[in-house]
């Protein structure tokens, strides 16, 4: 599946770094999502969007911050960031969000914050 | 708050053995199940998925899970596993109606030749 692709794949930044993820998708998808997957831990939602418009955000620090300029691309804005937000970050997207949308997955972006 | 519970965490079989992986949520209302598994250096793909109808789900790659209201279950099986079925596999549960996935901790699936 190559639908969901996420640009860097890795990255390494210090602290005081800004830096952005980037995920675009391919499917003609309406909604698209944002999830950090840490080690030991379940995947978790940072954010939904849905034509555009931010429908969930699952009490994220604002150090992240994203953009979603339209209903193929979504971006993840990072600044000021700790060493535990080291993770793998995920980019989802799906045909609508509350209805039979099935998500598709993006490879993702390891972060690794110094 | 919804939670999905997967008992196994690591789990180690040989070439051919039989394969039940368990998940296990915590809703009471009307749900969409979801398995999903990520292979080494791949990204997550879906394995199979639940709305409603028939609770026996076949899926790709020969696996398939079982709904069980009653037990709030939807552990995912193969009859007979192969090397290549070495991957991570997440079990998701997502409320109906609702936009928000809730994923289990995962079961890394390791199968020795």
Known sequence: ?????????????????????????????????????????????????????????????????????????????????QPEDSALYLCASSQGVVSEGTQYFGPGTRLLVL | AQSVSQHNHHVILSEAASLELGCNYSYGGTVNLFWYVQYPGQHLQLLLKYFSGDPLVKGIKGFEAEFIKSKFSFNLRKPSVQWSDTAEYFCAVRIQGAQKLVFGQGTRLTINP
């Open chain 1, 1 to 81: 599946e190559t639908g969901v692709t996420q640009t860097p794949r890795h990255l390494v930044m210090g602290m005081t770094n800004k830096k952005s993820l980037k995920c675009e998708q391919h499917l003609g998808h309406n909604a698209m999502y944002w999830y950090k997957q840490s080690a030991k831990k379940p995947l978790e939602l940072m954010f939904v969007y849905n034509f555009k418009e931010q429908t969930e955000n699952n009490s994220v620090p604002s150090r992240f911050s994203p953009e979603c300029p339209n209903s193929s691309h979504l971006f993840l804005h990072l600044h000021t960031l």
